[in-house]
């Protein structure tokens, strides 16, 4: 009895052994692309298709790919230097331009500086371009600012969660400057990448991919019921709080 009670322990300590590893290497592997430390990854079966090959990315570039799919839309109505500077904040994240960087304080010395700076003079270039600090396009503006300055600080996984729910909001946003098909469809395509990144960032060391679809494809059945109760009886609501969102804007607009 003694002896099965001491074996009982002995698997128990051995698997707890086992768990701690694999969530130290699956922490290690989004912490060490962030860094720079590992700039390539080798997917799990070389000969899958490409949608196969999609799913297995790792969670970090899940992330990047969602503020590519966040930003985007917004180019439309955005200042060009306001892209640009998104376009700049988004490469410099990718693991290869972080691995140029042989210390890891000089990394996060130069990154602290430019986001510093790039969010100082992004205040100053949205004054000088919409001459005011209240408005639509403002307000939408310096929400984009904020999401693409916070990703010079993605170096864990609890940066790429607040960046994730920052980039819901971003894609709500796109509501307030337009109604129609095409932003529906581009914010459609925004949250499911998002939700995809979500659910990586929770599977980083499923190196297949499997199941990842699946799981998004559970998550949106489970939300339908609410979507059916919010569109019909809150949609109201809804259409008549951006329309005088709408009506504000044009107001300061005038002004």
Not at 50 to 65: E, G, N, S
Not at 175 to 190: A, W
Not at 198 to 213: E, K, M, P, V
Request: charged share 15%.
């Amino acid at each position: 009895m003694t002896n099965s009670k001491r074996l009982s322990s002995a698997d128990v300590d051995a698997l707890s052994t086992e768990y701690s590893a694999a969530d130290a290497t699956k922490t290690a592997s989004f912490e060490q692309l962030a860094l720079g430390q590992k700039v390539s990854f080798q997917p799990e079966r070389n000969d899958a298709k490409w949608y196969r090959k999609l799913f297995a990315l790792p969670a970090y570039y899940w992330v990047l790919i969602a503020q590519v799919a966040v930003v985007l839309p917004h180019a439309a109505h955005l200042p060009l230097w306001l892209i640009g500077f998104a376009a700049v904040s988004i490469a410099a994240q990718l693991p290869h331009i972080k691995a140029k960087f042989k210390k890891l304080s000089h990394l996060k010395r130069i990154y602290q500086s430019v986001q510093m700076l790039g969010f100082l003079l992004g205040l100053l270039g949205l004054w000088l371009t919409y001459n005011t600090a209240f408005g639509l396009d403002m307000g939408v503006a310096f929400l984009v600012l904020c999401l693409v300055s916070k990703l010079w600080e993605l170096y864990k996984r609890r940066d790429a969660y607040v960046v994730l729910n920052l980039s819901l909001f971003v894609l709500a946003a796109l509501f307030l400057m337009d109604q129609g098909l095409l932003t529906t469809l581009e914010v459609i395509v925004g949250a499911v990448i998002v939700l995809l990144a979500f659910i990586a960032l929770n599977d980083d060391s499923n190196a297949s991919g499997d199941g990842r679809l699946r799981t998004l494809g559970v998550l949106g059945v489970g939300a339908l019921p609410l979507l059916v109760v919010l569109f019909l009886f809150f949609s109201e609501t809804a259409t008549a709080v951006v329309s005088t969102a709408i009506r504000s804007a044009s107001y300061y607009r005038c002004l």
